[in-house]
Nanobody, 122 residues
Framework: VQLVESGGGLVQLGGSLRLSCAAS????????MGWYRQAPGKQRELVAD???????NYADAVKGRFTVSRDANKNTVYLQMNGLKPEDTAVYYC?????????????????WGQGTLVTVSS
């Protein structure tokens, strides 16, 4: 499974951006899907993710401003980011936990997109 992101860019304080990530390839399962981010000099952190059942999980820093959604038929996940702040500046990575079936069992691997830069200017 490959993850391809789009939608990053430069935006002013208070602006909005929408990130998209499409998973291609076959898998036993792709669940959950979501977004992480890594700012310069900091560790990668979870932003938000969503299961196939629609259960969502958000970092405290983005609750009320960001919304994660998923098109299960297309294996695509979105991140709507509103009220952007300079501290949201980071490279955003799409993430998916992919189940790969063998004869005996299902193995799970973590897949990552290439990253898309989001820059918020003040």
């Amino acid at each position: 499974v490959q993850l391809v992101e789009s939608g990053g860019g430069l935006v002013q304080l208070g602006g909005s951006l929408r990130l998209s990530c499409a998973a291609s390839g076959s898998a036993y399962s792709i669940n959950p899907m979501g977004w992480y981010r890594q700012a310069p000099g900091k560790q990668r952190e979870l932003v938000a993710d969503i299961t196939t059942a629609g259960l969502t999980n958000y970092a405290d820093a983005v609750k009320g401003r960001f919304t994660v959604s998923r098109d299960a038929n297309k294996n695509t996940v979105y991140l709507q980011m509103n009220g952007l702040k300079p501290e949201d500046t980071a490279v955003y990575y799409c993430h998916a936990r992919v189940g790969v079936a063998t004869i005996e069992r299902v193995n799970y691997v973590e897949e990552w997109g290439q990253g898309t830069l989001v820059t918020v200017s003040s």
